[in-house]
Structures are given as C-alpha cells and as structure tokens.
C-alpha cells in the first residue's frame, strides 16, 4: 500500500466552548476523489481549514503528502491546490491578472506562468474571459477562475471547500467532469466538502461528518449496503403511539423512530410492506419504500435527519 | 521573495487606479483645506520666531503634504479589510509566500501611492500660487530639497502604513476604522506640528513631542524650508530621521507578527 496523499489522525478542534472537530481520523490515497459529506456546522469546513493550514492543529496530527500540517505548513502550501468556498478572487482584477498574481506567489514567472495561464484557461473554456474583470462574471465563471487559480501551480492535492455553491446544475456538473478528468490524466488527489447528496455520489470514497465526528467512512456503495436491503419509512396516523414496538415485536426488526416517523431497514422490504400494511391497517397513516441513499446511512448512524443538525451558535 | 513583494504591491496599484473616487477622496480633500486655511487664516497668522515672513498657506504646505500622505496610507491600509472580506486574502494566506512578503507587499504599495500625491500635490501647489488663490511662497527648490522630500514622505507613508496595517487586521469592518480614524488618526496629524506650530502651546507641547508623526513633519519642514529661522524651533534632522525609522521599523515588526500568529 503507498503513502496516503492526505491523513487526519485524531483531530480534534474547539472553538472556545464548541467543540468542532471529536477524534477524526480517516486517510485519502493518492489519485482518490474523497468527499467530506455533512450539514453545515458538521465541522467539514474547520476540518478544510486545519488542511489549508488557514487554521492551527489544536490536537492530533494531519498530513498532506508526507508533510506535517503543523510543523511544515509552507511545504503544505506548495503541495495543495485551494478553492473556497466562498470567493478569493481580487474582484478589481481581470482574470488574467487574477492568475499571474496568483502565479507570482508561487514563484512562477514568464513564459512558463503564461503557458500554463492559457493552458487553463483554455481547459476550464475561459479563455476568451481573460480581460473581463472577475466582478463582472457570472457565479459559475467565476467558479472556474477559482478552479484555474488554485491548478495554477499544479499541486498534487486539490482541496475544495463545497465547490458548488452558487453553481447551477450544468456548471455543477461540468466541475465534477472535470475533477474527475484531473484525477485520471494528471493523478490530482481530490478532496472535497459537500453537503449535497448527488454531489456525494460521485466521489470514490466518503466520510460522513455529523456534530464533528466521523459517523461513517467507506465508498459510497459500501455505505448504502452497510444500511442492508431496502429502507421502509411509515408515518404513523398517531405519532408517539406504541406503533413502532408492535412493529419490533411483530416482525422482529430493528426499528428507529425519526422525527415522528418509523424507520426499518429490511432485506426483501416489498413483503415487510406487505405484511406490516396487513397487520396495522389503521394505525398505518402512509408507507415509503425505496432503496437506501446516504441520507439513509445518515439518519442510521446518527438517528436524525440530515437537515437538523443546524448550528445553534454559527 | 522580491517578486511576491512586487507582485502585491503593484495589484495595490492596479485596484488604486480602478478605484477613481478612493484617489479623489484622498487627494481633493486636502487640497480645499490647503487653499481655505490658507486664503482664511492668512490675516491671524503669525509664525513664531520670525517677522511675518511666512504665510500661513506657507507653514501649511508640508502639513498638507503630510495629511496628504498619511489619508492615502491609512486608506491603503484599511484594503487589508476588504481584501479579507472579499476573500483574496485567504487565497494569499494558503500560498507559500512569506508573511513578511504579504505585509510588504500591502506596505509598499500603499507608500507609492501615498508617494505620488504628496508630490502630485506639491506640484499642484507649487502652480497654485501663480494663480492669485494663495499667496506667493518662498519655496527650496533644489535637487537636494526635492530628494530630501521624496525620502520624507517614503519614510512617514511607509511608517503610517504600518500603523493603519495593525489597527486594519485587527479589525472586520471599514466603519470600525473609520471611528480609529477619527479619534486616533486625524487628532495625530493634528497633533504633530501640521496644522499649527508646536511652540509655547503648553502640555500639548508634550504630547506634540511624543507623537511620532511629529518627526515626519519636523523633517519634511526642513527639507522644503528656504529660511533656516522658520525651522529653528524644530527637532533636528537627526532626530527626526531616526524616530520616523525607528517608529516604521516597529510598526511592520508588529504587522509581521501579527500576520503570523492570526489565522482566518
């Protein structure tokens, strides 16, 4: 097995009181897409900035391509590759300029810098962008020029902090097309913090990041199975009634209860849907039947809905 | 090293001129006062020590350029807020550039700027008086008063610079600084022998000798002045050069370090 291009070992982050990050610890190997999947106030973002050295390591050790977050942070730097989440262009500047300044910072100069400059912006279809001003781009233009500034300097690891805020659904979908083609022609480890589903799906390996814990880390298709066979999801006509341990007792199921409604995961669902509309006819209000998402592992491993973890304090 | 310094600083210059009003502002301003005080207090004013030989437009002259100086600095200054709520900022942050490369950067485009007004100005001023509007001045003009200016203005931008740079990073909006700006900045140029002379004012004498900005000013007097009698009272240049070095040389210490320690 080769060196992983980024590790996290035992992480852990406060602000003040709130503890942000709890013992995360997880590896991402070279030439991988790893998303971070989470609500908002999951800790995605804290954990995006202890890697992007824009915050300290309070406890525990990260690695980016060998190099110690803590104690080399300007070898990091030159490892990584940077998109935000939000802007970090110079709005005065065109995106030309936008790139050539960002070049200098790394120590490119002349020929090279401006090869590589039409390079991208080539790719990322900008180039007829080059002298427009970055304030007067549309959101998904300047998302591009923000891909195109943090490739500039070709960094083996991209970080990007929920790439797609702001981006319609085409643009979103030509960023993933072409994190994707980073990954097979030039080796880019990806990391990337969502919390969209269908975003999450598209990454090689996830992990779940709910209330600064890790709850679940594998593929995504290794997460859906880990939830076993189909998920059935019934709203009781009286919530709060003994419902769900009749359920239990009657088929002899695990049962969670969420937000009112009753959750069961079950090889061979269609027959539990059968059996369990037959038993309980009218304490049944409705049934849903489907196959399990991530969101099903979310609400698995942390008994709620993806949507309730909102932040009190942020 | 060099070339990030260089590259920051002339994006300062590049948002500068794509900001026409942040140059009018900066440098209208202190023209009208120059030309009201001027025109305004020119019957009441007499300059200590000397017999009615200068004009108050006249003692005003190197105040002007020094207000002219430290608004354009501080201004500069202030960026660093925007650039981090605008983000490009964190963008510097996460690159391999130095800290002190970033606060150079910020410095030294900030001092050219403020550099360049101060002379547009002293240019501008030195037509005005042909003019009929102020009157007419006994101005050093020699190579050695204009190099002595130039290197005056360079040393106060650069440490008024340095000195907006420390309250810009501290603070997250442009209103916070604007009430520094008022309590704490504009009473320093007041204070430091721009707008009236130092001498026999009592314990503003005292806090007019503790200000740094002072020198700045002191020295700036003595390069332009003509008559070695309007300057008489004034530090010498010695001091005045080693407190305003002194003085910018503590102020980027205090930006490096802050820079350093401070993640966003």
Same mark, same amino acid.
């Given at each position: 097995?080769?060196?992983?291009?980024?590790?996290?070992?035992?992480?852990?982050?406060?602000?003040?009181?709130?503890?942000?990050?709890?013992?995360?610890?997880?590896?991402?190997?070279?030439?991988?897409?790893?998303?971070?999947?989470?609500?908002?106030?999951?800790?995605?973002?804290?954990?995006?900035?202890?890697?992007?050295?824009?915050?300290?390591?309070?406890?525990?050790?990260?690695?980016?391509?060998?190099?110690?977050?803590?104690?080399?942070?300007?070898?990091?730097?030159?490892?990584?590759?940077?998109?935000?989440?939000?802007?970090?262009?110079?709005?005065?500047?065109?995106?030309?300029?936008?790139?050539?300044?960002?070049?200098?910072?790394?120590?490119?100069?002349?020929?090279?810098?401006?090869?590589?400059?039409?390079?991208?912006?080539?790719?990322?279809?900008?180039?007829?962008?080059?002298?427009?001003?970055?304030?007067?781009?549309?959101?998904?233009?300047?998302?591009?020029?923000?891909?195109?500034?943090?490739?500039?300097?070709?960094?083996?690891?991209?970080?990007?902090?929920?790439?797609?805020?702001?981006?319609?659904?085409?643009?979103?979908?030509?960023?993933?097309?072409?994190?994707?083609?980073?990954?097979?022609?030039?080796?880019?480890?990806?990391?990337?913090?969502?919390?969209?589903?269908?975003?999450?799906?598209?990454?090689?390996?996830?992990?779940?990041?709910?209330?600064?814990?890790?709850?679940?880390?594998?593929?995504?298709?290794?997460?859906?199975?880990?939830?076993?066979?189909?998920?059935?999801?019934?709203?009781?006509?009286?919530?709060?009634?003994?419902?769900?341990?009749?359920?239990?007792?009657?088929?002899?199921?695990?049962?969670?209860?969420?937000?009112?409604?009753?959750?069961?995961?079950?090889?061979?669902?269609?027959?539990?849907?059968?059996?369990?509309?037959?038993?309980?006819?009218?304490?049944?209000?409705?049934?849903?039947?489907?196959?399990?998402?991530?969101?099903?592992?979310?609400?698995?491993?942390?008994?709620?809905?993806?949507?309730?973890?909102?932040?009190?304090?942020? | 090293?060099?070339?990030?310094?260089?590259?920051?600083?002339?994006?300062? !210059? +590049?948002?500068? &001129?794509?900001?026409? *009003?942040?140059?009018? @502002?900066?440098?209208?301003?202190?023209?009208?006062?120059? %030309? $009201?005080?001027?025109?305004?207090?020119?019957?009441?004013?007499?300059?200590?020590?000397?017999?009615?030989?200068?004009?108050?437009?006249?003692?005003?002259?190197?105040?002007?350029?020094?207000?002219?100086?430290?608004?354009?600095?501080?201004?500069?200054?202030?960026?660093?807020?925007?650039?981090?709520?605008?983000?490009?900022?964190?963008?510097? !942050? +996460?690159?391999? &550039?130095?800290?002190? *490369?970033?606060?150079? @950067?910020?410095?030294?485009?900030?001092?050219?700027?403020? %550099? $360049?007004?101060?002379?547009?100005?002293?240019?501008?001023?030195?037509?005005?008086?042909?003019?009929?509007?102020?009157?007419?001045?006994?101005?050093?003009?020699?190579?050695?008063?204009?190099?002595?200016?130039?290197?005056?203005?360079?040393?106060?931008?650069?440490?008024?610079?340095?000195?907006?740079?420390?309250?810009?990073?501290?603070?997250?909006?442009?209103?916070?600084?604007?009430?520094?700006?008022?309590?704490?900045?504009?009473?320093?140029?007041?204070?430091?022998?721009?707008?009236?002379?130092?001498?026999?004012?009592?314990?503003?004498?005292?806090?007019?000798?503790?200000?740094?900005?002072?020198?700045?000013?002191?020295?700036?007097?003595?390069?332009?002045?003509?008559?070695?009698?309007?300057?008489?009272?004034?530090?010498?240049?010695?001091?005045?050069?080693?407190?305003?070095?002194?003085?910018?040389?503590?102020?980027?210490?205090?930006?490096?370090?802050?820079?350093?320690?401070?993640?966003?």
């Amino acid at each position: 097995m080769t060196d992983p291009a980024l590790s996290v070992e035992g992480v852990s982050f406060r602000y003040g009181d709130r503890q942000a990050l709890h013992d995360v610890t997880f590896a991402v190997q070279p030439g991988e897409i790893f998303g971070l999947l989470g609500p908002n106030g999951g800790g995605k973002t804290t954990l995006f900035r202890i890697l992007s050295t824009t915050l300290p390591v309070q406890q525990g050790r990260a690695t980016l391509a060998g190099h110690d977050v803590a104690a080399s942070p300007d070898a990091v730097r030159r490892t990584i590759g940077v998109t935000f989440q939000s802007p970090s262009l110079d709005p005065k500047l065109t995106v030309g300029e936008n790139l050539t300044y960002q070049g200098h910072l790394y120590g490119m100069t002349g020929a090279t810098l401006k090869q590589r400059c039409d390079d991208l912006l080539n790719r990322l279809g900008l180039s007829d962008r080059r002298s427009d001003i970055a304030e007067t781009l549309s959101g998904g233009l300047k998302r591009r020029v923000e891909i195109a500034k943090s490739l500039l300097h070709e960094p083996r690891i991209l970080l990007l902090d929920e790439p797609s805020t702001g981006l319609d659904p085409g643009a979103r979908h030509d960023l993933w097309r072409y994190l994707s083609q980073l990954r097979s022609e030039a080796g880019v480890t990806v990391m990337v913090t969502t919390h969209l589903m269908e975003e999450a799906e598209r990454c090689d390996r996830l992990g779940l990041l709910s209330k600064g814990e890790l709850v679940a880390l594998g593929t995504p298709d290794e997460l859906r199975t880990s939830v076993g066979g189909d998920c059935i999801t019934v709203q009781p006509v009286e919530p709060g009634s003994d419902l769900p341990t009749r359920i239990r007792e009657r088929f002899e199921v695990d049962v969670q209860e969420v937000d009112g409604a009753i959750r069961v995961e079950r090889e061979q669902g269609h027959e539990l849907v059968r059996d369990l509309v037959a038993a309980f006819p009218n304490a049944v209000k409705s049934v849903a039947f489907g196959k399990p998402t991530l969101e099903d592992v979310f609400i698995q491993r942390t008994g709620h809905h993806f949507w309730d973890e909102e932040p009190s304090d942020s | 090293m060099p070339l990030a310094v260089w590259s920051l600083t002339k994006r300062e !210059l +590049v948002r500068f &001129v794509r900001q026409r *009003s942040r140059a009018i @502002g900066a440098f209208l301003q202190p023209v009208i006062f120059w %030309v $009201l005080f001027g025109t305004g207090l020119s019957g009441s004013f007499r300059m200590p020590g000397t017999e009615g030989g200068l004009s108050y437009a006249e003692f005003f002259l190197p105040g002007i350029a020094a207000m002219i100086v430290m608004f354009t600095s501080i201004f500069s200054a202030i960026s660093v807020i925007q650039d981090r709520n605008e983000g490009f900022l964190q963008g510097v !942050l +996460v690159s391999p &550039v130095s800290r002190t *490369s970033i606060v150079l @950067g910020k410095l030294c485009g900030g001092t050219l700027l403020a %550099v $360049l007004q101060g002379l547009l100005f002293l240019g501008l001023a030195a037509g005005l008086q042909f003019t009929g509007l102020v009157p007419k001045m006994d101005w050093n003009l020699s190579v050695t008063s204009f190099v002595g200016t130039v290197a005056f203005l360079m040393l106060m931008g650069f440490g008024l610079c340095g000195l907006g740079y420390i309250f810009a990073w501290r603070l997250d909006s442009i209103q916070g600084f604007h009430a520094i700006m008022s309590v704490l900045l504009f009473p320093m140029w007041l204070l430091s022998g721009a707008f009236f002379p130092a001498a026999g004012s009592g314990w503003l004498k005292w806090i007019i000798a503790a200000n740094p900005l002072t020198y700045g000013v002191a020295g700036l007097r003595r390069v332009m002045a003509s008559d070695a009698a309007s300057v008489a009272e004034l530090p010498s240049m010695g001091t005045c050069i080693a407190v305003s070095v002194v003085f910018a040389l503590v102020c980027v210490v205090i930006d490096v370090r802050m820079t350093k320690k401070h993640r966003i």
